[in-house]
């Protein structure tokens, strides 16, 4: 989510909630690293913050089965490198700025969508470079980003006020012969803008944000809300289920293991480590990163699978202060 959209989702939110009270696949969830959740550091007890990277506006993050981690931010796409000495450098593949929002690969190529719903893609090889493939229809903020267990793209569109609401994921068929190309695009579930999902009533989205999935079930954000819909034999969405409600805006989500979920926790700058069915296990201090916009498990090489890599947009409609970082988030 862009700064300046978050600020319209954080006003927006907060007053209803004043009112309410494999086949190398690997989407924006990636694929999950072995880990135990009780192997994980996610509180300021046991772990601290690293400052890897200043990105501006960084947004989201993805890494290939291979360990190649890329960046999304208001600036461009980046692919981060490791160099000798331990420091790391982020390498543009964009070729312009057009506040890229959600990642995800597919059979060995990148996809980012922007937030005007263009999107993009490249093939993963020594020197990949987006390219526009595809513009969707419809679309107010092109945000989160998975791949569907049926080879599909799906992209969540989140409206404010700047659009007439129409909350909804979006799902993206690439043509089998040709993966620079798109050849259908549908609504897999569609929300309101009466729903009341971000303050916790009811299973309608109105500000959806990030998407994961893991075989068939993808999680989502939505507000304070976390949710799961199933894709259904059928190549529909199954109901929208709630799984857990905090008083915050939760951005993004990645999987943890194969039984938990790490949250950004965008208003109150932490990250939360909670179980699959919704109970929450660990969390960082308030304040601890500077309003993170998404959170993932490491992968080797450049990373341990217990490390936890937290993009932060930093100040609010603001990216000319050095608060936009890729992060870590590691044992002591």
């Known amino acids: 989510m862009r700064a300046a959209i978050r600020a319209a989702t954080l006003v927006a939110t907060l007053a209803l909630a004043a009112c309410g009270g494999g086949d190398g696949d690997s989407g924006g969830s990636d694929d999950v690293p072995p880990v135990r959740l009780e192997d994980l550091c996610v509180n300021s007890g046991c772990g601290e913050r690293t400052i890897l990277l200043d990105i501006p506006g960084a947004e989201n993050l993805t890494f290939s089965p291979d360990g190649r981690l890329f960046v999304s931010s208001g600036s461009g796409v980046f692919e981060i490198h490791k160099n000798a000495d331990g420091s ?4 543009s593949i964009s070729p312009e700025a057009c506040g890229y929002t959600g990642l995800a690969i597919r059979r060995g ?8 719903g263009r999107f993009w893609a490249t093939k993963l090889d020594a020197a990949p470079q987006l390219q526009l493939i595809h513009t969707m229809s419809g679309m107010c903020i092109a945000n989160g980003t998975a791949l569907g267990a049926d080879g599909r793209i799906y992209v969540v569109d989140e409206p ?3 659009c007439v609401p129409d909350p909804k994921i979006k799902r993206l068929t690439i043509d089998p012969a040709d993966p620079m190309k798109v050849t259908h695009e549908e609504v ?3 929300g309101s803008a009466l729903g009341l999902l971000a303050v916790g009533v009811g299973n309608v989205l109105r500000f959806p944000n990030g998407l994961q999935a893991d075989g068939r079930r993808f999680y989502g954000t939505d507000g304070g809300s976390i949710f799961t819909v199933d894709l259904q034999p059928d190549g529909s969405a199954g109901e929208v289920t709630p799984i857990f409600f905090e008083v915050d805006v939760h951005d993004d989500l990645g ?11 965008f208003l109150t700058g932490r990250i939360t480590l909670i179980s699959r069915d919704g109970e929450k296990l660990q969390a960082t201090a308030p304040g601890t990163f500077s309003f993170p916009s998404s959170v993932r498990l490491g992968r080797p090489p450049m990373f341990e699978p217990t490390d936890i890599l937290v993009t932060e947009t930093g100040v609010l409609a603001d990216q000319s202060l050095p608060l936009d970082h890729l992060s870590l988030f590691r044992r002591k």
């Open 188 to 190: 897999f579930v569609q």
């Open 255 to 265: 999987l943890a293991g194969d039984d938990g979920l790490l949250l950004a926790n």
């Open 109 to 116: 190529y990148l996809y980012s969508a922007c937030g005007d």
């Open 160 to 162: 404010l006020n700047v």
């Open 88 to 91: 790391f450098r982020a390498d």
